[in-house]
Nanobody, 126 residues
Framework: QVQLVESGGGLVQAGGSLRLSCAASGRTFGNYAMGWFRQAPGKEREFVATIRWSGGNTYYADSVKGRFTISKDNAKNTLYLQMNSLKPEDTAVYSC???????????????????WGQGTQVTVSS
């Protein structure tokens, strides 16, 4: 089992920045990838970014490419999401996820992950 706890959400003005953290505990050595997803009110959960735990290959949704950066600290078992140039449409609950399942391609679908955090609210005001 893997436990994930997000932090760092909050209220920020458009154009501002936030850094989300996701602390992982438990059987983290079995993870192939971790990712961030978000869900806005009335909308389905959508993929934001993912990173391979070994090697560090990253992949981003087009909507955040160039503004968000996903990174990890293996020693601390912590995942990060640096969010810059935030827009009101970035407002959502952001959740981190971990996968102990192997896939050859990028981990961009919810079903590829088997562990989820509780989420942290990010609100961007205009």
């Amino acid at each position: 089992q893997v436990q994930l706890v997000e932090s760092g959400g909050g209220l920020v003005q458009a154009g501002g920045s936030l850094r989300l953290s996701c602390a992982a505990s438990g059987r983290t050595f079995g993870n192939y990838a971790m990712g961030w997803f978000r869900q806005a009110p009335g909308k389905e959960r959508e993929f934001v970014a993912t990173i391979r735990w070994s090697g560090g290959n990253t992949y981003y949704a087009d909507s955040v490419k160039g503004r968000f950066t996903i990174s990890k600290d293996n020693a601390k078992n912590t995942l990060y999401l640096q969010m810059n140039s935030l827009k009101p449409e970035d407002t959502a609950v952001y959740s981190c996820a971990a996968s102990s399942k192997y896939y050859r391609g990028d981990y961009i679908y919810s079903y590829q992950y088997n562990y989820w955090g509780q989420g942290t609210q990010v609100t961007v005001s205009s």
